[in-house]
């Protein structure tokens, strides 16, 4: 499971062409690059947002962020956004769909190559004031009983606006 999660929202996925990105990965560090030979495992990836509710702005962060991913949209899913969302401490949301990813890392490649499986086509972000929300009993059940869904849950550690977008 992982413990440090980071969100990006970007204008456009061209930026990722652009030299001032690619030269990052050309031009590592060597702290950066003595990470990455030891991480376990680095999971990227990219999604594309399909749909915004409520107050998420780039100059608020709320300090909880719950991440639910699943391999469809359906009427369970939306069902639970909708009762997330309406909970008081619900900033926003943002419903994803999965354009890329990749994984590396010194986990044996079994290990990566049955995660790469695991990577659910959509993902709803939540955004709360509080951890209030775990009281909800629809999310409660869902925590407790669906298996092709994966809920976590992060503290906010750090936010700022991207200014290079």
């Not at 999660?5 to 996925?13: E, K, Q, T």
């Not at 955004?127 to 992060?154: A, G, H, Q, V």
């Amino acid at each position: 499971m992982p413990t440090f999660s980071a969100f990006y929202n970007i204008s456009s996925m061209s930026l990722f062409q652009q030299p001032n990105y690619t030269d990052l990965r050309v031009h590592r560090s060597s702290r950066e690059a003595s990470l990455l030979n030891r991480i376990s495992i680095l999971d990227r990836r990219t999604y594309e947002i399909i749909e915004t509710n409520g107050q998420i702005t780039d100059m608020a962060y709320s300090p909880f962020i719950v991440t639910i991913e699943f391999p469809a949209m359906n009427e369970e899913n939306t069902r639970l956004r909708k009762a997330l969302e309406m909970h008081s401490s619900c900033k926003g949301t943002q419903t994803c769909r999965v354009i890329n990813h990749s994984l590396i890392g010194t986990s044996d490649s079994k290990s990566l190559d049955s995660d790469k499986d695991r990577v659910s086509t959509w993902v709803i972000i939540f955004e709360f004031d509080d951890e209030s929300y775990e009281s909800i009993p629809l999310f409660k059940t869902w925590s407790e009983t669906y298996d092709s869904f994966i809920i976590r849950k992060w503290k906010l550690y750090r936010g700022w606006k991207n200014t290079s977008i």
